[in-house]
């Protein structure tokens, strides 16, 4: 977010609101905020361009594309400055989603999809482990996901 930008009560009311259904047409969020479409559409484009709204996807199931396997690996790099050129080299690898800078006992965090354990072990052994830093992994397969959501949206007293 840009310095001295701040966000209102019907900043808020509009995230929360877009939060729980990014497809919702404007006249039906400022119908449920008692504005017009214009306000709507105008703070909307505000907030994209302070960096409150980063974007907006589609969530595709990865199931529905053959991708059968979610899977988290903990990397461990031989020095943690080499952070980012490992994450350059994993960004080439379609199958990785994600992938976390982070503390504790992992230097990176990545989350990757896989059509079967068979691909997963290719991507682990010819792929991860083959990149230069990378010392070890650590495999955890989710076996379902139970919570996805967007951060919480919440008026405050100030609002």
Request: one cysteine or more; glycine letters at 6%; aromatic letters at 6%.
């Amino acid at each position: 977010m840009q310095k001295n930008e701040r966000i209102d009560a019907l900043d808020k009311k509009i995230l929360s609101i877009l939060a729980k259904n990014a497809r919702m047409p404007f006249k039906d969020v400022a119908a449920e905020c008692g504005v017009s479409r214009a306000a709507i559409h105008q703070r909307v484009q505000r907030l994209i361009e302070i960096g409150v709204i980063l974007g907006s996807a589609f969530n595709i199931n990865p199931k529905s594309l053959g991708y059968s396997t979610c899977t988290y690996v903990g990397i461990t790099l031989e020095k943690g400055n080499m952070y980012r050129d490992v994450a350059a080299k994993l960004n080439r690898i379609p199958e990785i989603v994600e992938c976390h800078y982070t503390t504790g006992s992992y230097t990176m965090l990545v989350k990757l999809y896989a059509r079967d354990n068979e691909q997963l072990m290719e991507l682990l052994n010819n792929k991860l482990q083959n990149i230069d830093g990378v010392v070890s992994t650590e495999t955890l397969i989710s076996l379902e996901q139970s919570i996805k959501r967007e951060i919480p949206v919440v008026l405050t007293e100030e609002d």
